[in-house]
């Protein structure tokens, strides 16, 4: 991937190093990257398990665990980089927020999104606005975990805070204002496409607009450090950066494709826990159609939309691994997937849409009910035969991967040639393979930490237009960015 010798970003004139803090929902990140010379290199320097915990029969994060590990994390960048840090950006999954106090805290640890609270809230939500108006307002999936039914289901006596979604919080937290970026409120089912709040669904819903954060676009500075991290020397004024807040978004504006997008032939997947299957566009496709195939016109960076569909993804095999592993069973990811790629493919496919599918526990179990109600052979769910459950899996996401790619070019009018693969999935080689296979597009590029490349290229960016003196960010400055750090050879995490 190259650029024009004309667009290639200059070096920054302040060569402190840049933090990065991504939060996944099955594990955390914080980078840092620093400048050798005129080369940026990226290490990652701490990362730690996530997962969301029970307290009775709620589902919750623990978000004073998560942000005490992120404060360890920025003290070790601190440690290594004795030329100081100029700026600290968060990016993480999107849809959860957090309840604050009258200090800005967390009032309690927030809801995870597979809490089941919004089953029925959906349902009362929908009697108040119907989902096809919600979804012509907001052009955004429709699904019960976002952020509009999360914030319905909530107890009366909540609904009076202000409240903020988790990567905000934590630059909230750290010393920010407190914002919406636009990537991220985008799938909150409350934006309109014109990147306003919607007063209508506010409205229906019984929701207080007023207690919504403003709304702001990726890249912009939110406020300096504050706290005891200030103490230490290499955060003297750091400053505090919304990147595109979502890590799907950032993760995209992390390939850094130096095309003209309107004139793109490229598709994305960003597989983890769930499959992002889609393309990036000038503008929502908003339309019966898409709106029919339930489709997503999510905010990016540099104005652009990425319109895409959620599937399930690897969360699908995490708990057959969590369900195997209370058997007793030692056998690890990759030793899943090598057994998987030398078992005769099989006859048939799940839905790995199946709503049974996204719930949690027993997932061997729930996949022998799926096969059993749609009137086919079950499988032995036992450790045992986790390389024929694991087959199952990886064949049904790369079939949905296709059917989702062909919806794409018919609702967009592109011929899709080439496939970027972001995030932790594009590490297993045989998903890649059956995917290139099903879908019959050539896969361009993979990367797993491309979140992380997406935040540094928003916040280089950014940093870029202070150091000019401009309002706005140019057009093609993140993408440039991201080229250069993808080109660095030492810009993986």
Not at 69 to 75: P, T, V, W
Not at 239 to 255: E, F, K, Q, Y
Request: charged fraction near 20%; hydrophobic fraction near 45%; proline fraction near 5%.
């Amino acid at each position: 991937m190259s650029l024009r010798p004309d667009s290639i970003p200059a070096l920054p004139r302040d060569l402190r190093a840049l933090a990065a803090i991504d939060l996944g929902a099955e594990s955390c990140r914080v980078s840092l990257l620093r400048w050798h010379g005129d080369r940026p290199c990226i290490t990652l320097v701490h990362r730690f398990r996530n997962e969301a915990v029970h307290i009775g029969d709620e589902l919750h994060w623990p978000i004073s665990l998560i942000f005490d590990q992120l404060l360890i994390g920025l003290r070790k960048c601190a440690e290594i980089a004795a030329e100081g840090i100029r700026s600290i950006a968060v990016d993480g999954w999107a849809v959860d927020y957090v309840r604050l106090d009258d200090n800005g805290i967390a009032l309690a640890d927030p809801f995870c999104y597979r809490d089941q609270r919004t089953v029925a809230a959906e349902e009362k939500a929908h009697a108040l606005i119907s989902a096809a108006r919600m979804r012509e307002i907001t052009g955004i999936q429709l699904g019960r975990i976002n952020t509009a039914y999360q914030l319905f289901a909530e107890q009366p006596h909540l609904r009076g805070r202000p409240w903020v979604n988790l990567p905000e919080y934590i630059l909230h937290r750290l010393g920010g204002a407190r914002v919406a970026e636009r990537t991220n409120a985008s799938h909150s089912q409350l934006l309109d496409l014109d990147g306003n709040w919607s007063e209508e669904i506010f409205a229906a819903l019984g929701l207080d607009i007023a207690l919504a954060p403003p709304i702001v676009q990726a890249g912009t500075d939110v406020g300096q450090l504050r706290g005891p991290l200030t103490e230490l020397a290499a955060f003297k004024e750091a400053r505090l950066i919304a990147p595109a807040c979502h890590d799907t978004a950032s993760a995209i504006a992390g390939i850094g494709d130096d095309r003209d997008v309107s004139t793109s032939d490229w598709a994305y997947i960003s597989s983890g826990t769930w499959s992002l299957v889609g393309a990036p566009l000038d503008a929502p496709v908003n339309n019966a159609q898409s709106s029919a195939a339930n489709f997503t016109n999510l905010a990016a960076a540099e104005g652009k939309v990425l319109f895409h569909k959620g599937v399930n993804g690897l969360w699908l095999l995490r708990q057959c691994m969590d369900a195997w592993c209370a058997e007793g069973a030692t056998i690890t990811v990759p030793e899943v997937v090598a057994a998987a790629e030398a078992v005769p493919a099989p006859a048939h496919l799940i839905d790995v849409d199946d709503p049974d599918l996204l719930l949690q526990g027993d997932m061997p179990g729930r996949i022998n009910a799926h096969l059993r109600r749609r009137g086919l052979p079950e499988l032995d769910p036992s450790p045992a035969n986790a390389a024929a459950m694991a087959s199952l899996i990886f064949h049904s996401l790369a079939g949905r991967y296709a059917g989702v790619l062909r919806l794409i070019e018919h609702l967009s009018g592109r011929r899709l040639k080439h496939l970027y693969i972001v995030g932790g999935g594009s590490q297993n080689a045989f998903l890649n393979r059956l995917t290139e296979e099903a879908t019959g597009l050539k896969i361009k590029g993979t990367q797993a930490e491309s979140s992380t490349v997406g935040n540094f290229a928003v916040q280089l960016a950014t940093l870029e237009r202070d150091d000019r003196g401009e309002r706005s960010q140019g057009n093609s400055a993140v993408s440039a960015w991201a080229v250069r750090l993808n080109n660095a050879s030492s810009a993986r995490a």
